[in-house]
């Protein structure tokens, strides 16, 4: 090699060692900004502030780079500080990876959700609707080795027509058939007002879809010492179902289990649309386990294998169905209910290891 290059490239190394200095300094100082806009509630991005540092630069500009490639090289390095800045705010959220880099593991009655665990099985009927239909799905449901009944006593039915739920009695019963068969009871609160009984009676609560951002709802069942699953909003964002979360979690409820229960889209061969990137990306960004409602998202039986392998497949630690001893005569949502044989089906096709170790709650397992 030429002496001179030589010299030259020296020279080249000993400038981008100085360069990185200086750029690792401005990024420093822009955190600190970062954190004083934060402080205030000001945004990181200032359209206005950019442009007046570009022009600055275009005024110095001596060559031999065109103002251009001036002007490009440092709107890399804005976007770069930019995303420093975010980053670091993502940090301040109790639901955030960045703030706790571990999967948090819920427990349900002893009952893991999360983690390494294998995926959970929460089953049950849509509504809780006698003491019959009760004891029928619990005393079937456990024979399979499910540990957590689902059951709602309090409905949020559009047509309020329509049968709301049993209410306080709807949660006696589900305590009282729970305990029969060794279950653990899981049911849905409405109303900041029902959270102290809800609590008193199951073990785990549910803010159903249409609550997701009920934020009364939200700061009271944060106080309720119950682990608790949070379905998604119909049309709620990503970004809204976390946020969501984040009140529970800033109340002092650590116990929380997101679940995608599907999406309002254009199409209509389904009830709603199952995002499985939602499920994906809420275990990236957050710590929390994810629960897939194959039940509600799809609407249709004839869904629930495939749903239920898609969500797993994207990293779900569960899923919820609904079952039901008779469900063309259920008082809710009875199109979407399956019965006990259509059941067995579901968990032979989902390779469910129930009869073979009723002890434990996987949906693939051993032989998977
Ligand atoms: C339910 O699980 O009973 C229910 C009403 O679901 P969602 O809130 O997801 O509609
Ligand atoms: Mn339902």
Known sequence: MDQRITRLRDRIDEINLDLLARLSERAEVAEAIGRLQTELGLSHYDP??????????????????TDAVVKSLFKQVFQA?????QEQDKSRYLTSRHSHVADTVVYVDGVPIGGDH???????????ESREQLDAVAAFVA???????????????????????LGL?????????????????VTEVMDAADV?????????????????????????????GR??????????TIEEWVMAAEYLLAGGNTQVVLCERGIRTFERFTRNTLDVSAVALAKLETHLPVLVDVTHSGGRPDLLVPLTKAGLAVGADGVMIEVHPNPA??????????????????????MYHGRLSPGRTELYGAEG
Not at 118 to 128: D, E, F, K, M, T
Request: hydrophobic content about 45%.
């Open 118 to 128: 294998p995926p959970v099985l929460i089953a049950g009927p849509c509504a809780i």
């Open 196 to 224: 102290g009984a809800c609590a008193e009676h199951a073990d785990m609560l549910q803010v159903g879809a249409r609550n997701m951002q009920n934020f009364t709802l939200l700061r009271a069942v944060s106080r309720a």
């Open 329 to 350: 005569v259920a008082l809710s949502d009875n199109k979407q209910q399956i019965d006990f044989e259509t059941f067995d089906r579901y968990l032979e096709a989902t």
């Open 81 to 85: 500080s930019m995303q420093l800045e």
């Open 169 to 185: 009695a709807g949660l006696q019963l589900g305590r009282s058939v729970c305990d029969a068969h060794g279950l653990a009871f």
């Open 143 to 165: 024979s399979r080795g499910v540990r957590l009944l689902r059951g709602g006593a309090f409905k949020p039915r559009t047509d309020p027509y329509s049968f709301q739920g």
């Open 48 to 65: 206005m502030r950019e442009q007046a540092m570009l022009e600055v630069l275009v005024a110095a500009n001596r060559g031999p780079f």
């Open 227 to 236: 682990p608790v699953i949070l379905k998604r909003g119909l049309s709620a």
